[in-house]
Nanobody, 123 residues
């Protein structure tokens, strides 16, 4: 069974920084794209940042220049470094990944979500 577990959320003042991490575990053969989404109260979930298997990245316009997504393929982890945080960055942040796993009899490609971690930016 494949799992994604996030860590690193919390409360930070405007202008501060937080680092989110997500670790994938289980019978993983390979991981394609890894992503961070966020969902603020009363709003739809939005894609914040993504990194491909070859480490190409893209970001939603509102976080460009402030957030950095990176991955460690050896450790099956993805990190979101968030700088110059603003109150509008407040949301639950979710890790998401496309993972090929081995069930014991065959390979399966599926999309997985973490449980989410709360980020609150407030003075």
């Amino acid at each position: 069974q494949v799992q994604l577990v996030e860590s690193g959320g919390g409360l930070v003042q405007p202008g501060g920084s937080l680092r989110l991490s997500c670790a994938a575990s289980g019978s993983i053969f390979s991981i394609n794209a890894m992503r961070w989404y966020r969902q603020a109260p009363g709003k739809q979930r939005e894609l914040v940042a993504a990194v491909t298997g070859s480490s190409n990245t893209n970001y939603v316009d509102s976080v460009k220049g402030r957030f950095i997504i990176s991955r460690d393929n050896a450790k099956n982890t993805v990190t979101l470094q968030m700088n110059s945080l603003k109150p509008e960055d407040t949301a639950v942040y979710y890790c998401n990944a496309d993972i090929r796993s081995w069930s014991g009899t065959r390979y399966t490609m599926a999309n997985y979500w973490g449980q989410g971690t709360q980020v609150t930016v407030s003075s």
